[in-house]
């Protein structure tokens, strides 16, 4: 008979899989691993016992009932395997095994809605079923990354103290991450970035808008450097030197923060900056295509997040882009004189924009608690934000000091804060965009952003004109701006003004 001695389960030894592993045992806890392939498995505990002073609290697990009867229960199962098909395979094959109350977490980048159907599916049969976001990639996973689960609360009770002592930590008062964990010596103290979430896919679905946001935060960073280099000739580690610099203030991000490093890093195989060598093709996953998808669906104007999903998709094909440079021709690149000026004017712009990224990231999870119901807490999302996941930087804190101020604040650009911001930013975003254009400079992200800002602070906009038409071709109603709202009329338009068509 198998001893239950495991606190928890882990099933998939991939890179996130064996780092998060590693974390568990770390924090005192034993931890039973399972992979389908069993030489990964033999393989990460040899490497466990050369190199980690907790692997004799990684137990490794050859055949699926023994590591699931190895459990104490209710066991606590997680699964980080490759998200689709391959976790309803995982899941299948662990039920046989599985007793009433055990609990499956599920820590892959799972469509928010596979997650909602197999709750329902497990609730059914007795077993708990934890959705949980798992952002911070490979270091996070193993040093501390950030969390968002989503389940019934008892079932997050049970899972609560493992899940808040592997989370990144963030000082309680200042919000500003909590560094140096290392093997065997993890951060204790501070505020654990994990919460619950909410009941069965909500959890998956935040780490999907965080997955958005960081498409499009990637993106902005992407064009700002890209603008230095072509509005003023700099070379990727002076262009490295800024966003260092940047780092130090309001900017203040992992995702800017690496940015320097790649943008100073030199070629290992040859002279100049590796940067330079790297192919402009970028891939993606499917997390940002979600979020723009489910943004069209429930009518939130994600344009921004959308803009950078596109930008990716026009980078794949560059065979095309490389045959059209020949062809289509736009305005020559005039480099401009002024540095210090037009640095500064990136620097508002992609500040501005990043405000309006997360204005539309947080404005979509809004929609969806309604669409879902679901009753989600902003400020604890934008707190388990703060350190770990990919997106975490000083500016989160801010958006956790406006939703503790006002909790239904309707958009982030609303609070006095970030209004200021855009107010004071606004004249360089601009400058920055037409000069962009002028130069024949692609700026998606920059431009979809303030296009955002401009028609939400819009008191009229030009859809008038859009529901007359819609009216004139398919009698689809209006409203009257001199009639209460919620009165639709219907005309039946004239001929008049519009030429006769011989018979």
Known sequence: MTTKNADIGLVGLAVMGQNLALNIADHGYTIAVYNRDPKKMVNFIEECKKNEPSHDRVIGHADLASFVLSIKRPRKIVLLVKAGSATDVTINALLPFLEQGDIIIDGGNSLWTDTIRREKELTAKGIDYIGSGVSGGETGARFG????????RKAWESLEPIWRDIAAKVDAKTGEPLEGALPGKP?????SCTEYIGPDGAGHYVKMVHNGIEYIDMQLICEAYWLMKNLLGMEADEIGQVFAEWNKGPLSSFLIEITADILQQKDPMGPGFLVDKILDTAGQ?????????????????????????YARALSSIKEERVAASKILKGPAIK?????KAVIEAIKNALYCSKICAYAQGFQLIDKAQVAYNWKLNFVEIAQIWRGGCIIRARFLQKITDAYTLDSRLKNLMLDPYFTQELSSGQTGWRDVIAMAV?????????SA???????????VLPANLLQGQRDFFGAHTYERTDKP??????????EAGRPQLEV
């Open 187 to 191: 951060v204790v103290g501070g505020f």
């Open 438 to 446: 002028k130069n024949g400079i692609p700026a998606q992200g920059f």
């Open 285 to 309: 996953k499917g997390t940002g295509q979600w979020t723009a998808a489910n943004a069209l669906e429930l009518g939130a104007p994600a344009n921004a997040i959308a803009a950078a999903v």
């Open 485 to 494: 709202r919620g009165q639709f009329y219907h005309l039946d338009w004239p």
């Open 449 to 459: 952003a303030l296009a955002y800002y401009d028609g939400y602070r819009s008191a």
């Open 145 to 152: 990354p950030s969390l968002m689960p989503s389940g019934t």
């Open 335 to 339: 480099l401009e004189s002024d540095k």
